[in-house]
């Protein structure tokens, strides 16, 4: 069964924290995406990756980086975490390149909240 | 570019009643579309997709959605629904390349009333 895992399911950091999000998958897909979750705004990318090393802004990067030195891995950073910040953040990993099982997989979600 | 516009942020239905969702694409080129079902405090998961080929699709739990170039549109549909259909449900759109980005609409929460 195919799988993605987020390090955690609930965060509670403080203003100015540099947070770390972890993401792992286990169907060595090439593309790795982190989105952010509000409610009315649906999902909204922020980062994704398509090969390690490799890392393309989202429609909303500012505030957040990225790292994906392994392919099954790929992390979220908050360098300086702020108050509109606390959401929740959803990892997918999607295989690359035309095929029919090109669904986007997801993992089941951090709940950060910044205090 | 792509985008991906869901009607109706809530939708109520009675218990045994027909689903409609409704999605409406923007490509500009052929899509691959999605739908995504999220239950309370889960991840997403994929309920049908459209890639190529036939343009109505059948996904999990007897939904089914079908594909209408001449409209841009990708409604969700299910005949009757049942309670355990509550959740919020998740239109999405990406070009037919995999390292292409997946972008999704703002989502409806379905209600279901007894």
């Known amino acids: 069964d195919v799988k993605v895992t987020q390090s955690s399911r609930y965060l509670v950091k403080r203003t100015g924290e540099k947070v770390f999000l972890e993401c792992v998958q286990d169907?060595?897909?090439?593309?790795m995406f982190w989105y952010r979750q509000d409610p009315g705004l649906g999902l909204r990318l922020i980062y994704f990756?398509?090969?390690?090393?490799?890392?393309e802004k989202g429609d909303i990067p500012e505030g957040y980086s990225v790292s994906r030195e392994k392919k099954e891995r790929f992390s979220l950073i908050l360098e300086s975490a702020s108050t509109n910040q606390t959401s929740m953040y959803l990892c997918?990993?999607?295989?690359?390149?035309?095929?029919?099982?090109?669904?986007?997989?997801f993992g089941q979600g951090t709940r950060l909240t910044v205090v | 570019a792509q985008s991906v516009t869901q009607l109706g942020s809530h939708v109520s239905v009675s218990e045994g009643a027909l689903v409609l969702l409704r999605c409406n694409y923007s490509?500009?080129?052929?899509?691959?579309l999605f739908w995504y079902v999220q239950y309370p405090n889960q991840g997403l998961q994929l309920l049908l997709k459209?890639?190529?080929?036939?343009?109505l699709v059948k996904g999990i739990n007897g939904f089914e959605a079908e594909f209408k170039k001449s409209e841009t549109s990708f409604h969700l549909t299910k005949p009757s629904a049942h309670m355990s259909d509550a959740a919020e449900y998740f239109c999405?759109?990406?070009?037919?390349?995999?390292?292409?980005?997946?972008?999704f609409g703002t989502g409806t929460k379905l209600q279901v009333i007894p």
């Open positions: 990756s398509y090969d390690v090393k490799m890392k």
């Open positions: 999405a759109v990406s070009a037919p390349w995999g390292y292409q980005k997946v972008t």
């Open positions: 490509s500009s080129v052929p899509p691959y």
């Open positions: 459209y890639t190529t080929g036939a343009t």
């Open positions: 169907m060595d897909h090439e593309n």
């Open positions: 997918a990993s999607r295989i690359r390149g035309p095929s029919m099982n090109t669904e986007a997989f």
